[in-house]
């Protein structure tokens, strides 16, 4: 494990100016993995209703 | 004689049907002819645009031409008469493709080359040009025909979505076998490639669809 | 008769274990520590890869989208090989739940070559100066893509399961072809995207401080994935076997 690769808080948003491309990617997998393990949620609760 | 016979029924069918063999052949002809008169007829760079334009259109045309291949044998029920009979449904595609490729491919091919000598004015590219052109023709047919033999009752649309990833790869090494033909450079190894893709696919997939032709018909 | 023994024996293990009740069974029991440990190993590599490995000497900041960029195409691309295993073994074996698993594959590996694509365009912005390119590796992932929308729609098409499992099934092998395009694409022809950093042969080419989170992300990931696979192939079994009276029993 290497150190902290960043001074501050405002450091590790921005990212030399990369920051941006960095945490958009990062938040597209939270949404887009989070929201389709919701949707399969939904979907199995839907046709367990379905089966009874 | 009597090994030909099947290869001539076939033909005889698809010369019944004017339709489905002359419209691909005049939808070529027109993009071929249309397609100078949208450049500027001073520019110079007429012969850039003139491959990637015709082996788009081949695409296009070849799509045209199996839109409904195997539509019509099912429907009349030829298909069924076929399976009952014991005769090989996998030899019957193969027969129905290669005459499908006589009729639109070979003359599609022996035009695209002759129209190149119009856009490049070089005869030398167009007879390298033609036995390309004959490859691909026959790997875009054989191609869609899978795929409209997967969809077979649900129309071209799907059938169009499921061959498209297919055929990228034919369009990938057609652009660089144009290079090869403009600076004259490998132009064997593209053309080479080509006809080993064509010599796996030719014998492998007539086999596959008429598989899938049994599924559909279960 | 040692042989005719094992061949039955094998048969009743592949019968009861491909019987989608057994791996129904099996699979709630899994589920659980499977989603809480992969989270925790991808939680842990990302917070590891993207705040405590150092900055890139070329690329700055922006090298650090390969945590998420690389196990996505990974997973993409292994998604489809585990799709084309799982319809040849429907086609050869007739085993139903193959079938099950091969439809449940195709709309996961949609959306993680969908999410590879575009972290892969966010990546090229600082990095390459264009976010779209038509280079080999990215055409061929396109490719991917619409590969897995036509194996959907084609699924969808068709009301009869059977039928529509078999079309797939072809379909799904057949586009096999692509895998091994993709692979190579980036050895084959020159082109702007930067070649494996990992293969199994060669010493990898990025340095261990930035190995390790990747390989731990990329581990995490698929068991992220493996978690969705399980759920949707839990849907595609409530969706056929609706009838069969363990599923009513299991509700």
């Known amino acids: 494990m290497s150190n902290f690769a960043f001074s501050s808080l405002s450091d590790v948003l921005n990212m030399d100016g990369h920051g941006v491309y960095v945490w958009a990617v990062f938040s597209l997998f939270l949404i887009t993995i989070s929201t389709s393990f919701y949707i399969f949620n939904l979907l199995i609760k839907k046709y367990q209703k379905r089966v009874k | ?218 | 008769m040692l042989r005719e023994i094992l061949i039955i024996v094998i048969k009743k293990f592949i019968h009861q274990f491909a019987s989608p009740k057994t791996y129904f069974y099996q699979v709630d029991r899994l589920y659980p520590w499977l989603l809480y440990i992969s989270l925790f190993i991808y939680l842990f590599a990302i917070i590891w890869g993207l705040l405590f490995t150092p900055k890139d000497f070329v690329q700055g900041h922006s090298y650090r989208i390969i945590y998420f960029h690389v196990p996505a195409s990974f997973v993409a691309q292994s998604l489809y090989a585990a799709m084309a295993i799982s319809s040849a073994v429907f086609l050869i074996w007739r085993v139903k739940l193959a079938a099950y698993l091969a439809r449940s594959i195709a709309p996961i590996g949609a959306m993680v070559t969908f999410i590879a694509l575009v972290s892969g365009s966010i990546w090229g912005i600082p990095t390459w100066g264009t976010w779209w390119e038509w280079d080999a590796r990215i055409t061929s992932t396109l490719i991917l893509f619409i590969m897995y929308l036509g194996l959907i729609s084609l699924h969808n098409s068709f009301n009869n399961f059977d039928k529509a499992d078999k079309l797939l099934a072809y379909l799904a092998i057949i586009g096999f072809i692509q895998i091994p395009i993709i692979k190579k694409s980036v050895d084959w022809w020159s082109s702007l995207h930067q070649p494996a950093s990992i293969t199994i042969s060669d010493k990898p080419s990025i340095d261990p401080s930035m190995l390790y989170p990747l390989f731990m992300s990329m581990i995490g990931f698929a068991g992220l994935v493996a978690c969705l696979v399980i759920l949707s192939s839990k849907v595609q079994i409530y969706i056929r076997e609706k009838n069969k009276s363990w599923v009513k029993d299991h509700v």
């Open chain 2, 1 to 218: 004689m009597k090994l030909l016979l099947p290869y001539t029924n076939e033909a005889l069918k698809l010369i019944k049907k004017t339709r489905a063999w002359i419209g691909p052949i005049l939808i070529f002809i027109l993009i071929m002819v249309a397609f100078p008169l949208t450049v500027e007829l001073s520019s110079t760079n007429l012969s850039d645009a003139f491959y990637p334009v015709l082996f788009i259109s081949i695409l296009l045309v070849m799509m045209l031409a199996t839109e409904d291949i195997f539509l019509e044998d099912y429907e009349d029920g030829s298909l069924e008469l076929l399976l009952i009979s014991k005769k090989s449904l996998t030899q019957w595609v193969f027969i129905k493709i290669f005459i499908h490729w006589l009729f639109i491919g070979a003359p599609i091919s022996l035009l695209g080359a002759f129209f190149n000598i119009g856009a490049n004015n070089d005869l030398n590219s167009s007879l390298m040009l033609l036995p390309a052109l004959g490859i691909s023709t026959y790997i875009f047919l054989i191609l869609f025909c899978f795929g409209n033999s997967l969809s077979l009752t649900k129309g071209s649309v799907l059938g169009t979505l499921i061959t498209l990833p297919l055929t990228l790869p034919i369009l990938v090494i057609l652009g660089k076998l144009t290079s090869a033909i403009i600076f004259n450079i490998n132009y064997f190894e593209f053309l080479i490639l080509l006809f080993g893709i064509l010599s796996i696919i030719i014998f492998a997939f007539p086999a596959i669809i008429s598989r899938i032709i049994k599924t559909h018909l279960e």
